[in-house]
Nanobody, 114 residues
Framework: QVQVVESGGGLVQPGGSLRLSCAAS????????MGWYRQAPGKQRELVAS???????NYADSVKGRFAISRDNAKNTVYLQMNSLKPEDTAVYYC????????WGQGTQVTVSS
């Protein structure tokens, strides 16, 4: 039974930055596969960034060079640093944790607009 909670979303101007946080419960966090997904209006949910338990990362082509995923196992937390934000980054961002089962957070809204 793993609970996942996102925070850090909000309204930001184009070119700005945000840092999302995801706290996951459980005694085996260091073994979790962690990921950030997003869903924009009218679009399918897509993978933004992910990190395996051993630190391997993967990014969507649209965010490479702008976003960075990291994790702090001591705090059971994964982060998504988002820089040079664009209006097309506007979406609900969801945190994912995978271990013996799959767990999702409720999402945090990111809006990039002037």
């Amino acid at each position: 039974q793993v609970q996942v909670v996102e925070s850090g979303g909000g309204l930001v101007q184009p070119g700005g930055s945000l840092r999302l946080s995801c706290a996951a419960s459980g005694s085996s966090f260091s073994r979790y596969f962690m990921g950030w997904y997003r869903q924009a209006p009218g679009k399918q949910r897509e993978l933004v960034a992910s990190m395996t338990a051993i630190g391997s990362t993967n990014y969507a082509d649209s965010v490479k060079g702008r976003f960075a995923i990291s994790r702090d196992n001591a705090k059971n937390t994964v982060y998504l640093q988002m820089n040079s934000l664009k209006p097309e980054d506007t979406a609900v961002y969801y945190c994912y944790a995978g271990y013996s089962a799959q767990y999702w957070g409720q999402g945090t809204q990111v809006t990039v607009s002037s």
